[in-house]
């Protein structure tokens, strides 16, 4: 069984600045993929950005970047130049690549990015 | 990616009544799912929604209660039946199109309160 776990339910930054938030997940699989989607308040999920676990290099998009730690079952997401639009519930999610959950989505509890400006 | 819509957006029911919540996809995908999300919270799998076979229902979720239609590659519905107030969440449907499954696009969710 899959498991993640998002021990920050609140964070803030101030605008312009840096924030990371904090995952870690647990798998039997050896093939799986790891992702942070963001839910603004509209509540359309949008998916911030996925790093394979096959891959050694952090996945980065734009001014998201992720500290994957493959031993230590650990994904971070680092915001950079924070934006008023940044403030949304984060979720950290896994999927395996085989096994019986192949294919299945599995979220943490989210933590609530509070944006100051 | 796709675009995907989700009717009602938002409704409220009494208990003991059914909704039928409609999930469209603007391009064909492989597979769709079914979340719930109860306000504030993280969001928990119902069912993988198969086209031309039965849904595949994860622990805890009965096909009596949330029977699922996937008629063709863009289309499926969920039914909520025989509601009682602790099925007021948000429902939200997915599709992937690949056989990895490794993008999931979401659509803007159903906010359901049962009274």
């Known amino acids: 069984a899959q498991t993640v776990t998002q021990s920050q339910p609140e964070m803030s930054v101030q605008e312009a600045e840096t924030v990371t938030l904090s995952c870690t997940y647990d798998?039997?699989?050896?093939?799986?993929?790891l992702f942070w989607y963001k839910q603004p308040p509209s509540r359309q999920m949008i998916l911030v950005i996925r790093?394979?676990?096959?891959?050694?290099q952090n996945a980065t998009e734009n001014r998201f970047s992720v500290n994957f730690q493959k031993a230590a079952k650990s994904f971070s997401l680092k915001i950079s130049d924070s934006q008023l639009g940044d403030a949304a519930m984060y979720f950290c999610?896994?999927?395996?690549?085989?096994?019986?959950?192949?294919?299945?989505?599995?979220f943490g509890q989210g933590t609530i990015l509070t944006v100051h400006p | 990616s796709a675009v995907i819509s989700q009717k009602p957006s938002r409704d409220i029911c009494q208990r003991g009544t059914s909704l039928t919540i409609q999930c469209q996809v603007d391009s064909q995908v492989t597979m769709m799912f079914w979340y719930r999300q109860q306000p504030g919270q993280s969001l928990t799998l119902i069912a993988t929604a198969n086209q031309g076979s039965e849904a595949t229902y994860e622990s805890g979720f009965v096909i009596d209660k949330f029977p699922i239609s996937r008629p063709n590659l863009t289309f499926s519905t969920l039914t909520v039946s025989n509601m009682s107030p602790e099925d007021s969440s948000i429902y939200l449907c997915?599709?992937?199109?690949?056989?990895?499954?490794?993008?999931?696009?979401f659509g803007p969710g159903t906010r359901l309160t049962v009274l």
């Open positions: 790093q394979e676990a096959y891959k050694q």
């Open positions: 997915s599709g992937a199109r690949d056989y990895s499954y490794n993008e999931q696009f």
């Open positions: 798998t039997s699989e050896s093939d799986y993929y």
């Open positions: 999610a896994s999927l395996n690549a085989g096994g019986t959950s192949y294919g299945k989505l599995t």
